[in-house]
């Protein structure tokens, strides 16, 4: 039993999953308590998919606020998108810590965060009449650009660089 602990403490998601299927071992075999297992197991399971969803709505706040940053002509917002920028990759940081195993995930969970990023991002570029043809199709960000605390993507109308914001 002490193994269970320690990976629950070490990869909260890759223990979520062995738990999953832990009890659905144990419905197999016909364990005779009142348990829903299948349920249990699926509730279990769930928590560790609501990490990917976590992640994954964290990636899309990045990545809007990256193509704003990049894309938008407007100076005052930027301090907050960039804000929102590190706020998002520590607490991406914080969930990989926690749960080391999501890392490979990472690269369908960006593909999932640009499809939602960049739709937020055309909504508040549309008030600089950036549209749909002016992003993107295919996320131009690497996944480490995506992460980098240091990186930051340069503005196409020539304001100042993301370093400059104090």
């Known amino acids: ?28 075999s016909r364990i005779n308590l009142p348990v829903d297992w299948e349920n249990l197991a699926e509730e279990v399971e769930e928590m560790g998919g609501q990490l990917r969803t976590e992640i994954a709505s964290a990636l899309a706040r990045i990545i809007e606020h990256l193509l704003k940053l990049e894309h938008s002509h407007a100076a005052d917002p930027r301090r907050g998108w960039v804000n929102s920028v590190l706020e998002h990759r520590d607490r991406i940081a914080l969930l990989l810590e926690d749960s080391p195993s999501l890392r490979r995930h990472m690269d369908d969970l960006l593909v999932r965060g640009w499809k ?32 980098d605390d240091g990186w930051w993507p340069e503005n196409r109308h020539g304001l100042p660089p993301v370093e400059a914001i104090s």
């Open 1 to 28: 039993m002490g193994r269970l602990f320690t990976l629950r403490d070490e990869d909260f998601h890759a223990w979520t999953q062995e738990q999953a299927t832990a009890l659905r071992q144990a419905a197999e």
């Open 116 to 147: 939602h990023g960049r739709k937020y991002a055309l909504r508040g570029l549309a008030q600089d009449e950036i549209g749909d043809k002016d992003l993107p199709a295919l996320c131009p960000y690497r996944l480490d650009e995506v992460l």
